[in-house]
């Protein structure tokens, strides 16, 4: 009601682009959607078991180097066979430490109102992670500044539909690396209050990361550790390799209680097989084993499976990302997820340069395989460009509008079948002759019974013509410059604000973070 | 291994802008798509049936008005309770009728290669039909002409991934209509060889149309009749009316065997209640009404029922598509087809008025839902824009790439996990430190592992900007240029040619048809 209020009293139609330069977008409240669909399950159960027994084969006779010594170490406790940094698993102690995981947690934020249920059938967005450049319709592709990370940390704020910050939505060059991870955290603690992913970049970083969290929820070190409160991500090195700074930033989190996502990057005919049987099996592999080195040193600590299974450009080499190959791989992953009982991540992914067509049959097939595979965590679902390069404002926004529309296709009342929802008394007043939009049914139900855009344009050809035939890259980059100059953060305690900035002055006295990772 | 040796041949990446203006795409065989996922069912049984008894409810105690006498008295034989022109039918009786229906059939064209299974799992892509205007990048919106009416012709022809003919791709509207009918037919079967759609706009279209399809094809009267050859859509006039001329020719094909798509036309909150469960009722009652009138007419005469629920922009009263509305009630659709054991048409659709993100993003919507509905037929699949009042041929070619992307994803090779598939043996030989590209097990597969696009861009940021940095639309524009420069029309016989335009000639003299419709 508020929001039919608002666009009346902001002249309808008339008022439209006046809105876009005076007040923000009428968006969707915030909500933890729950995806009712069954999920497409392109294998049958033989399927499924040959895709489980190939990575069990793997892990038995091939083996996972771990780049890392204390991992080593533990997985020699635990009874691997070790040759080198090579580690050997059997199938039982993989399944019993899999087992261990649990099927879903809580990841608490600083405000509780913003906690993110992982697991069951949720399914959460997040912003963009990790590009190194950002491009806008004025200003072209440019290398990523401190400036555009704030810029899209607020859009992250912003939109309700993004219910998570999973990582740096572009990184900041013009910051020494030393320090970047405090000055990032430091704007992400304060310009958000979502949950935040943390790099896994050697020891100083998460730590630090550990403590910033803790200090903006205002918690001691026991409480921080009793709960799920922030998250990291870690890539094995594909084939069949986990590398230092990840396996030690993934063991410091799951020791502590948080949660860790295990994502190996395995790109169908470059670092995994051609066959998506064969990439998923080994990337499937590469999870299972960090996972059960998790498990094995914090038993039920909270993790994730996720898949980044994509096949490349023949041609060139190139990631390739929406395509027919990555729908199925990331079904095929949600599968195994469910066989696994684990939470499941994918991503929302396009190799497209601009925020185009391609742009969004891309990043609307990799959505679409995210609800088809039962993802939980969908990263990277706003604003990313060129296969990850780059970071885009007009494509978060345009990302937000169809994850407002995955959102509100999760909704229940839409296929409601009760006697208000078949509407045979409506059917009967009007009859063979009258309109539906007069009729007391309708109007009960006006400004709610139809999910409201902000970034599509439905006006006919002409009414847009004449208000200047804005396409939708246009549009999207209006309403991101429209959110930005009226941002306002989440609040957060004085004394709060205080001691992280303390903490990350400390930090930066005592020279950050070594940088010769 | 061709099409690879093509692209080397031109030069690789290199040659990419010089091949789009100097050879046609490099596309995808003709084939016949077996959708293997399980349909997206939003439903429980108790919502079908409850969908069900409320367009038995509608049928019985509110009737459909039929414009049409012939119709109104075939009914009355029937048994049917008829006030005036209103017609009420017991669920009894419009559920043996409805058993009369085919659960599948297939349209067989001139080209017998070209011939359509309709039903089952067959999902068949159509090219856009009847928009009375084109759009292009270089001209703008500009009023259907005969000369715009063949490029989309041509490009229907062309692209392998549509299947059918679903209408006159855009209205000429350069040409008189009471000859209009003639002169498209004559095009459309002379520059296709695929199944085509004629309309039911009256007696002597739908009859002139009959005669030149089976001349085409070279069959005598008897042989047009014994199978389908040809297909035609009606719409009701909704809310609960059938018009005059759509149910004559409806008749009129039903009794020469030819199949009839019923395709009520019910915006939620305009032209039917705005709940979309309501919205499907009342489509539903609509649809089977017409094909009761026609398997008691014509018993056993193919049918497929056809969706076109949306809901409308509550701001305007414009059609919206591709909303999380749209989605839900196709696939509610679906469930109830499957209930009737029946055909399902749906659409590739959106309100869009350039080929930008925004329709990329309701069309993947669309097209998406159609796969979940269990669609057997999806009616104006490419080159669809503003609600229906624009054909775009840069709209054709991009929609077509994504028809590609949905056909490759249908292929079972994509999940296979044979030995092969699963790679161990190649995975064995890379170990932890190799890569995929160079081993046997991908260079096997080389050419053919991965769908290639032809109008996806996946060159980096620099590459892309380095060859003019051209935007999907407009790619696709010079790509549509590409193919009607080249374009071969399929081979026919000298001496049918001469039959059809004979009988074109002799029916213009004649007069064409009235338009006083």
Not at 41 to 57: F, K, L, N, S, W
Not at 153 to 159: A, C, E, G
Not at 392 to 397: D, E, G, H, L, R
């Amino acid at each position: 009601m508020t929001a039919t209020s608002a666009r009346r009293r902001a002249g309808g139609r008339a008022g439209h682009a006046e809105r876009l330069g005076t007040q923000s977008v009428q968006q969707m409240g915030w909500r933890i959607p729950s995806n009712p669909d069954r999920p497409t399950d392109p294998m049958d159960e033989d399927g499924v078991r040959a895709i489980h027994d190939a990575a069990m084969r793997i892990l038995r006779d091939i083996g996972i180097r771990f780049l890392n010594d204390e991992a080593l170490e533990i997985l020699r406790r635990a009874g691997c066979r070790i040759r080198g940094d090579v580690v050997c698993m059997d199938a039982d102690f993989v399944t019993e430490m899999v087992a261990r995981a649990p099927s879903g947690f809580t990841i608490t934020p600083r405000n509780p109102e913003r906690a993110i249920p992982i697991g069951g059938r949720h399914i959460l967005f997040g912003n963009v992670a990790s590009p190194p450049n950002t491009w806008d319709i004025e200003r072209g592709k440019l290398p990523g500044a401190m400036e555009a990370y704030r810029d899209l940390v607020k859009l992250t704020q912003y939109f309700n539909c993004i219910h998570f910050c999973g990582g740096y939505p572009v990184e900041p060059l013009d910051v020494h690396p030393s320090v970047r991870h405090l000055e990032c955290l430091l704007e992400m603690l304060t310009l958000t209050d979502k949950a935040c992913h943390a790099y896994a970049l050697g020891p100083e970083r998460i730590e630090d990361a550990m403590q910033m969290v803790r200090i903006a929820a205002g918690l001691d070190e026991d409480d921080f550790r009793r709960q799920p409160r922030m998250f990291t991500n870690i890539n094995s090195v594909s084939p069949l390799k986990h590398d230092q700074p990840m396996i030690d930033g993934a063991l410091r989190m799951a020791r502590n209680g948080q949660a860790v996502i295990v994502t190996p990057f395995t790109l169908a005919g470059a670092m995994a097989p051609v066959t998506l049987a064969g990439a998923v099996a080994l990337s499937i592999a590469e999870a299972l084993s960090a996972i059960a080195l998790l498990q094995y040193a914090a038993p039920g600590a909270p993790v994730v499976i996720g898949t980044f299974t994509s096949n490349v450009d023949m041609r060139s080499g190139a990631p390739a990302f929406g395509t027919p190959e990555y729908v199925r791989a990331t079904q095929m992953t949600g599968q195994m997820a469910r066989f696994y009982g684990l939470p499941l991540r994918s991503s929302g992914v396009c190799a497209a340069n601009v925020p185009d067509g391609q742009a969004m049959w891309e990043t609307c097939n990799s959505l679409w395989a995210a609800m088809q595979s039962g993802t939980n965590m969908v990263y990277h679902a706003a604003g990313w460009l060129e296969g990850g390069l780059i970071a885009s404002p007009a494509k978060f926004v345009m990302d937000c509008e169809v994850l407002q529309m995955l959102q509100r296709y999760m909704e229940p009342e839409l296929w409601a079948t009760d006697e208000n929802a078949l509407a045979l008394s409506a059917i009967a007043e009007i009859g063979h002759e009258g309109h539906y939009f007069g009729c007391a049914h309708t109007q009960q139900r006006y400004s709610t019974a139809f999910h409201q855009p902000f970034a599509s344009d439905w006006r006919n050809f002409e009414a847009w013509t004449a208000d200047g035939a804005v396409w939708t890259s246009e549009r999207a980059h209006r309403i991101a410059r429209s959110i930005l100059a009226e941002f306002v953060p989440p609040p957060m305690d004085d004394a709060i604000r205080e001691e992280l900035s303390d903490f990350v002055a400390r930090r930066k006295r005592e020279g950050g973070a070594p940088t010769d990772y």
